[in-house]
């Protein structure tokens, strides 16, 4: 049994939203991967779906399910019309954003800047849980620049929480607002896994995942002898069989992936296999896999068969046989 269908009964392992990252591709990948993780959109802004390509930005494949959309916004009244569509779509969830930190959302007034303002976030969650019957969660920091006060973390939570908000992700850092890029803020404030771990004792009938720094199994599985879930981030994107089911193999993934492909009109071979390069990671033909699915020259081709090919190359013939 593998570690995460072990805590799936009564714990959450989750691969974190990822601009650029985790879109409709990556996600479909990751579940082939894993059964039970619950994966998450890239972080999508009210602007872009009441005034963009709706289809565009929440199309996905049933598959994924179990999946949660994250919204990014300040506006309840919009951000419950967005959850209303999401809802629609058939996400699972509705996660709001208090945790970017990158000056392009500060402009837009949300992500991590809203946790001085708990109220506002209240207001957020109430009309959105006032619109939608499925679950609604906020994912956030430990503290906003030099506030490194645990009161003023707990009491975002508690004021959220007071709104109808039972599900906190905590990413264990604070978010410096000026001065850091995300890239930085991912990996130079301190992590405070502490606080999170006093977060569950203080509200103990509340669900309290964690996230930041976490990067391998015995990763997760000492956070979850803590709280009640562990978010896994760029270590999922770039090693995603650290997720793997108990008994699967990657030449199955392989060819789940290459049938995915074939089944959609117009996909890019290009735009799946990028998601896929972390595979083989820490195995000994790792590179071999990387450099065929990254050669320009058959991506151009944008033939699925491309993932046989690399298979075979990096398994063996037999390969193919035992993908069937």
Known sequence: MS????????????????????DRHCRYFLRQVSSTARLYTEMITTGALI????????????AEHPVALQLGGSEPGDLAICARLG???GYDEINLNIGCPSERVQRGAFGACLMAEPALVADC????????????????????????DYGFLKNFVEVVAAAGCE??????????????????????????????????????????????????????????????????????YH????LADAGKTR????????????????????????????????????????????????????DPGLLLETLEAVEGPRSIMAAA
């Open 167 to 236: 599900t906190f992700i905590v990413h264990a850092r604070n978010a410096v607002l000026k001065g850091l890029s995300p890239k930085e803020n991912r990996e130079i404030p301190p992590l405070k896994y502490d606080y999170v771990y006093r977060l569950k004792r203080d509200f103990p009938r509340l669900e309290i995942v964690i996230n930041g720094g976490i990067t391998r199994a015995e990763d997760i599985q000492r956070q979850l002898l803590q709280v009640d879930g562990a978010m896994i981030g760029r270590a999922a």
């Open 3 to 22: 570690l995460l269908e072990a805590d799936s009964k009564k714990k959450l392992v989750c691969v974190a939203p990822m601009m650029d990252w985790t």
């Open 51 to 62: 005034h963009g390509d709706v289809e565009r930005h929440l199309a996905f494949d049933p």
């Open 87 to 89: 809802e629609q779509y």
């Open 239 to 242: 090693n995603p069989w650290l």
């Open 251 to 302: 030449a199955q993934v392989v060819r789940a992936m290459k049938s995915y492909c074939e089944s959609k009109r117009n996909v890019s071979l290009r735009g799946v296999a990028r998601h896929m390069l972390g595979l083989y990671h820490g195995t000994p033909r790792a590179r071999l896999w990387r450099r065929m699915l990254s050669d320009s020259a058959a991506l151009t081709r944008n």
């Open 125 to 148: 969650v109430s009309e959105i849980r006032r619109n939608v019957k499925i679950p609604v969660t906020v994912k956030h920091r430990t503290g906003i620049d030099s506030i490194e």
